[in-house]
């Protein structure tokens, strides 16, 4: 995933990316995003009403 990141100009995996820009880079819904991070404890952080992520830590969907 770092390599199709940066690849595609959208920084590196430690950078934290909304939910937004996550559903962008996995072709999925906002609604599958959350479901998969509350299923496998995905952390985040929440700015405001924004909840940030790392791909790094999404990476681990694409592997399990």
Same mark, same amino acid.
């Given at each position: %995933?770092? =390599?199709?990141?940066?690849?595609?100009?959208? *920084? =590196? /995996? #430690? &950078?934290?990316? =909304?939910?937004?820009? /996550?559903? +962008? %880079?996995?072709? %999925?819904? @906002?609604?599958?995003? #959350? +479901?998969?991070? &509350? +299923? #496998?404890?995905? @952390?985040?952080? +929440? /700015? *405001? &009403? &924004?909840?940030?992520?790392?791909?790094?830590?999404?990476?681990?969907?694409? /592997?399990?």
């Amino acid at each position: %995933i770092r =390599d199709f990141c940066l690849s595609r100009g959208l *920084g =590196d /995996v #430690y &950078k934290r990316q =909304d939910s937004t820009e /996550v559903c +962008k %880079i996995l072709n %999925i819904q @906002p609604n599958t995003l #959350y +479901k998969h991070v &509350k +299923k #496998y404890n995905i @952390p985040t952080r +929440k /700015v *405001g &009403k &924004k909840s940030y992520y790392r791909l790094k830590d999404i990476e681990r969907l694409l /592997v399990e």
